[in-house]
């Protein structure tokens, strides 16, 4: 199974919004509403952002929401802050023999 | 409060076997719903899904690595270990745990371990 596919840099100034992409096909990202985004900082352990595609875990600001049309998923990071700068990942649901597949990462970068 | 602590050695010989410990507090791995998951993520590289166990004593484990992985669970004392047999350099990686909870969230990960990094090199 690949991994799934996000770009591997995105950018935006403070204020703006950025869109970040994670493609997969209908037997993942397509066929299950199990999306999740992850953010990960340099040297620290990835914190969930996003759960079941547009879900936020309580206490992560509602400048981040999640999406999908078809096969692919996005997370928005609306209003960029400077401590949004980090990579971010996305995974999905494959199936119960492979329950999780994360994509290869974004390198969001606050200009 | 949740908090999981992953551990093991820091190098590992090639065809060695390591051995992982996720030690966690704050829920129970008896209760329903309740799983802890196995991720590791290469320097520099991306995050790669090992394995996962359930309350329940289900388990999974990603169909590329499934001959090399077991991961066992003792409720009794808070733990999930996870073992990898005939590691190789490729192997080199931070070795994550993390909680989830089928009935909310499900497979996602909302609590991890600090990490913790493993080198193989003989």
């Known amino acids: 199974q690949s991994a799934l596919t996000q770009p591997p840099s995105a950018s935006g100034s403070p204020g703006q919004s950025v869109t970040i992409s994670c493609t997969g096909t209908s037997s993942d990202v397509g066929g299950y509403n199990y999306v999740s985004w992850y953010q990960q900082h340099p040297g620290k352990a990835p914190k969930l952002m996003i759960y079941?595609?547009?879900k936020r875990p309580s206490g992560v600001p509602d400048r981040f929401s999640g999406s999908k049309s078809g096969n692919t998923a996005s997370l928005t990071v609306s209003g960029l802050q400077a401590e949004d700068e980090a990579d971010y990942y996305c995974?999905?649901?494959?199936?119960?023999?492979?329950?999780?597949?994360f994509g290869g990462g974004t390198k969001l970068t606050v200009l | 409060q949740i908090t999981l602590k992953d551990s093991g050695p820091t190098l590992v010989k090639p065809t060695q076997t390591l051995t992982l410990t996720c030690t966690f507090s704050?829920?129970?791995?008896?209760?329903?719903?309740?799983?802890v998951g196995w991720i590791r993520q290469p320097p520099g590289k991306a995050l790669e899904w090992l394995a996962l166990?359930?309350?329940?004593?289900?388990?999974r484990y990603s169909p590329s690595l499934k001959s090399r992985l077991t991961i066992t669970k003792d409720t009794s004392k808070n733990q999930v270990v996870l073992t990898m047999t005939n590691l190789d350099p490729v192997d080199t990686a931070t070795y994550y745990c993390?909680?989830?909870?089928?009935?909310?969230?499900?497979?996602?990960?909302?609590?991890w371990g600090q990490g913790t990094l493993v080198t193989v090199s003989s």
């Open positions: 995974s999905s649901y494959v199936g119960s023999n492979n329950p999780v597949l």
């Open positions: 704050g829920f129970s791995l008896s209760t329903g719903g309740v799983g």
């Open positions: 166990i359930y309350w329940d004593d289900d388990k």
């Open positions: 079941e595609v547009t």
């Open positions: 993390a909680h989830t909870n089928y009935y909310s969230g499900s497979y996602s990960f909302d609590y």
